[in-house]
DNA sequence: AAATAATGTTTTATCGATAAAATACATATT
DNA sequence: AATATGTATTTTATCGATAAAACATTATTT
């Protein structure tokens, strides 16, 4: 009836992970996991398998699972390969995006611009802007029609996330990321594909320069 | 001591899927799998769960596993992600490889020239050619320095494979594929990037036409 | 003291049993 | 006949127990 507990499992620690809560490095053993979620071992070991695969555990043969790491070279590297996925996703949505499409995009901006508006900083506050900051980007991309290109796309994006966490405490005066993405989502109004893919593209950049920054800085 | 249980569940399955030997849209009942590979449930799920991740079989919600399915558009769609990652792979390599990255690529063209001159038509020759085709594609890209674009492109190149079988299982007299294989060879030891993403590139879609005119005339 | 061996402890991997859900089938109801 | 209800069967998902491997610690040998 309700959800499996390997599927809640998956989804806690994805987004533990994800989030932080569970370091990059960590050793993940079931014990720790069990009292943490009040999983058996069992549906855990699938969900920590199933990451896996998704790049965000790595399995070692009989000494058990551990989040991924992170490191400045996998930062480089993870968002050199989202931008060329996305960006060609972009590429095909804002070519093919119809009314709907746009109707998406407008509705997810606006819940963006909303969240990202308030000057409250909770605790919170941080998990939802990224919640919609995701729901944004994935409503740019929604016009897209290959299925395999979507799917490895949301795979990478989740992987960067991590990054963009590190580069989100990292508070930098020079930045405005709300203009920035007011102006992704003009362009991407427009139907403007040159400007859309440029905008994103220095939006990832700058994100990423951000991560690594804070990367080095705490060492 | 040896390798564990899941990992040699996942080995099963992933050639098994890959080969064909588990059809497209299968169900795998763990019962099945149980006397198959006499290995317990609890080691086959976590490698299921596994592939999941990796996209060559689908989980669905306390009703199981189930071999992922076919399609002619599954077909388009992968190629084209599958060449979208891997030409810039070969960009990357192409540029950047040196005396040791030309060694690895004429070592394998070599081992695949010789699996493809003999005329035997033995029914493990279809999977040597597989085999030593996939590390000829492998060593090309194998200068490429980012990580993450070559576990993607492995990913897909694996779900690609079955396709491939399709179309090696219909013999086509106007194509000879050891010719392109040859020409794809000169261009990277030439390291002439133009004409080899031009030959690779026609090199897919020619094993892709071929997937896709088998799915359609089979039903 | 360094290297090796023996020991106990922690953690991982797996099994067999069982609970829970889905499916198939028969029977009843409108 | 079509829908609904109940029952049996199959299959999935999970638990608790245990075997197997890795790790930490102490003892032994050179």
Redesign the pocket.
């Known amino acids: 009836?309700?959800?499996?507990?390997?599927?809640?499992?998956y989804n806690f620690l994805q987004s533990d992970i994800v989030a932080g809560e569970l370091a990059p490095g960590m050793?993940?053993?079931?014990?720790?996991l069990r009292h943490r979620y009040?999983?058996?071992?069992?549906?855990?070991?699938?969900a920590l398998s199933r990451l896996s695969g998704e790049r965000l555990v790595a399995?070692?043969?009989?000494?058990?699972?551990q989040v991924h790491e992170m490191s400045v070279a996998d930062a480089l590297d993870i968002s050199r390969v989202r931008l060329h996925l996305e960006l060609e996703c972009l590429k095909e949505a804002v070519q093919k995006g119809d009314d709907e499409w746009e109707g998406r995009v407008v509705a997810a901006y606006h819940r963006l611009s909303r969240a990202e508006a308030l000057s409250t900083t909770e605790s919170t506050r941080g998990l939802q802007i990224e919640s919609r900051n995701a729901d944004f980007h994935a409503a740019l991309v929604s016009a897209c029609e290959s299925p395999w290109l979507l799917n490895l796309r949301l795979q990478v994006f989740a992987c960067h996330e991590r990054y963009r966490n590190l580069s989100r405490s990292l508070s930098d005066p020079a930045r405005d990321t709300s203009a920035e993405h007011a102006a992704i989502f003009e362009a991407a109004m427009k139907h403007d594909q040159a400007l859309l893919l440029m905008l994103s593209r220095e939006h990832v950049e700058r994100t990423t320069r951000k991560a690594v920054q804070f990367i080095t800085q705490s060492q």
Chains 1, 2 share one sequence.
């Open positions: 009836m309700s959800t499996t507990d390997a599927q809640r499992a050793k993940l053993k079931i014990i720790d009040d999983i058996g071992a069992a549906p855990l070991r699938e399995i070692h043969e009989n000494r058990g699972f």
